[in-house]
């Protein structure tokens, strides 16, 4: 739970923690997203409300728009990689890794209590993870996305004292 200033706690949200396949030839790939989002208003400039996802035709008929707050930061995303697991699913097609989730709904707000949960699991659930994907980040332009391989901050680094 997080203190709010007037005392009163608040219990936060879950976070969820799913993994699907065990197959010890394939790598762990862990995936994290969010599903919270910013606060927005219509007179921000939305065309459309906001909080209400809503598809509008594309420049080719053939590509769709989807407008709501949290379609880019971080909902998509996130369902991007729910429909890769259904794809593979319905095409009835091996997975190549085992799949594992973190999708919290504090991002917004600081990721309270998802630092508590990553030491708590680190032995557990997380243990056998071999790649980290965070499915949280910036496009370019509007046609242009990126894919960042490494993000300022982080360190990795093996010791090994004798």
């Known amino acids: 739970s997080a ?4 005392g009163q706690d608040l219990p936060l949200p879950p976070v969820i923690l799913g993994e699907l396949g ?7 790939v862990c995936f994290y997203g969010h599903v919270d989002v910013q606060p927005a208003k ?42 890769a697991v259904e794809t593979f699913r319905a095409l009835k097609l091996a997975m190549p890794v085992n799949f594992k989730f973190v999708i919290e709904g504090m991002e917004e707000a600081g990721s309270l209590g ?22 949280d980040n910036i496009w370019l332009s509007n046609k242009k996305p990126a894919l960042t391989y490494g993000s300022r901050g982080n360190a990795c680094f093996f010791v090994e004292v004798k």
């Open 42 to 83: 219509k007179e921000d400039g939305w065309k459309t409300d906001p909080y209400t996802l809503t598809e509008i035709d594309g420049v080719y008929l053939v590509i769709r728009n989807l407008y709501g707050r949290g379609a880019t930061d971080n909902k998509g995303p996130v369902l991007a990689w729910i429909n």
């Open 22 to 28: 065990k197959d010890p030839q394939n790598p762990t």
């Open 114 to 135: 998802l630092e508590k949960l990553l030491k708590e699991e680190n032995q557990y659930f997380f243990s056998d993870v071999d790649y980290i994907v965070i499915s």
């Open 3 to 6: 203190q709010l200033p007037d």
